[in-house]
């Protein structure tokens, strides 16, 4: 009997030990739970972080050559707080930066996708934007085309040839044609336009044809779908000890 009594106080002992090893556990795992609820994002830090994208603003739309402003502002528990690096994704484009421009995406729907690197967690925002493409647009406009010819058989002269151009922009592509003039013997030169707008900015080349052979020569400016064009060009070329120097402006608008 006192062999059997003994037992069942060990038993009872032991059933208590357990049952507060027990109410420990769950204690713990409320703790932890709490602490999982504070992480708001994917980096899982402390602080109750969020990132957001302040522009675009979701489901804004944009014209294809238009520059796409970029920017994501952080928070911690509210208050404003330092974002170590940022990477933008739209489409197959990618670029890092907290502010900046995205620029030569083709028309379509797009995600606008962030992820933000924040005291050492990845945090990401992303919001919808819709890309279209506008009507092709004609432009004419006049070249004013100056020359400085250096040739080991003719000496250097200068000249100019001055004329009347025209090109479609399509997108963010234009393409075009003209012809000049040129002041010292009246000889006509065909030339062509090739270029890209973007942002505000243009660039491609001009292509001059003289006596068999073409002479592209690159020019930047400005312009957009709608506006004005205005480039200037300033470029040597040189072959077997002779140059040509192609230099001057040309100017467009739609019409």
Same mark, same amino acid.
Request: a negative charge.
């Given at each position: 009997?006192?062999?059997?009594?003994? +037992?069942?106080?060990?038993?009872?002992?032991?059933?208590?030990?357990?049952?507060?090893?027990? /109410?420990?556990?769950?204690?713990?795992?409320?703790?932890?739970?709490?602490?999982?609820?504070?992480?708001?994002?994917?980096?899982?830090?402390?602080?109750?972080?969020?990132?957001?994208?302040?522009?675009?603003?979701?489901?804004?739309?944009?014209?294809?050559?238009?520059?796409?402003?970029?920017?994501?502002?952080?928070?911690?528990?509210?208050?404003?707080?330092?974002?170590?690096?940022?990477?933008?994704?739209?489409?197959?484009?990618?670029?890092?930066? /907290?502010?900046? /421009?995205?620029?030569?995406?083709?028309?379509?729907?797009?995600?606008?996708?962030?992820?933000?690197?924040?005291?050492?967690?990845?945090?990401?925002?992303?919001?919808?934007?819709?890309?279209?493409? @506008?009507?092709?647009?004609?432009?004419?406009?006049?070249?004013?085309?100056?020359?400085? @010819?250096?040739?080991?058989?003719?000496?250097?002269?200068?000249?100019?040839?001055?004329?009347?151009?025209?090109?479609? @922009?399509?997108?963010?592509?234009?393409?075009?044609?003209?012809?000049?003039?040129?002041?010292?013997?009246?000889?006509?030169?065909?030339?062509?336009?090739?270029?890209?707008?973007?942002?505000?900015?243009?660039?491609?080349? +001009?292509?001059?044809?003289?006596?068999?052979?073409?002479?592209?020569?690159?020019?930047?400016?400005?312009?957009?779908?709608? /506006?004005?064009?205005?480039?200037?060009?300033?470029?040597?070329?040189?072959?077997?000890?002779?140059? @040509?120097?192609?230099?001057?402006?040309?100017?467009?608008?739609?019409?």
């Amino acid at each position: 009997e006192e062999k059997y009594k003994a +037992l069942v106080e060990e038993q009872q002992f032991m059933s208590g030990k357990n049952s507060k090893k027990n /109410e420990e556990f769950v204690a713990l795992q409320a703790q932890i739970e709490a602490l999982t609820a504070q992480v708001t994002n994917s980096g899982g830090g402390g602080g109750n972080v969020e990132v957001h994208i302040t522009s675009p603003n979701d489901g804004d739309q944009f014209n294809v050559g238009d520059s796409i402003p970029l920017s994501v502002e952080a928070t911690e528990d509210g208050d404003s707080t330092s974002i170590k690096s940022a990477t933008w994704t739209i489409g197959s484009w990618s670029k890092k930066g /907290e502010d900046i /421009e995205a620029t030569g995406i083709d028309a379509g729907d797009y995600k606008v996708k962030v992820d933000v690197e924040v005291g050492g967690d990845t945090y990401h925002d992303q919001i919808s934007i819709t890309i279209v493409d @506008l009507p092709p647009m004609t432009y004419e406009g006049q070249a004013n085309i100056d020359l400085h @010819l250096s040739s080991t058989q003719y000496g250097e002269y200068d000249d100019s040839c001055d004329g009347g151009l025209s090109f479609i @922009l399509d997108g963010s592509s234009f393409s075009g044609t003209g012809t000049c003039t040129e002041d010292m013997f009246g000889e006509q030169f065909p030339f062509s336009l090739e270029g890209t707008a973007q942002g505000g900015n243009i660039e491609g080349n +001009l292509i001059l044809t003289a006596d068999g052979t073409d002479y592209e020569t690159p020019f930047t400016g400005t312009g957009s779908y709608g /506006e004005a064009f205005s480039a200037n060009f300033d470029y040597t070329h040189r072959e077997n000890g002779d140059s @040509l120097r192609v230099y001057g402006t040309w100017t467009a608008r739609p019409q």
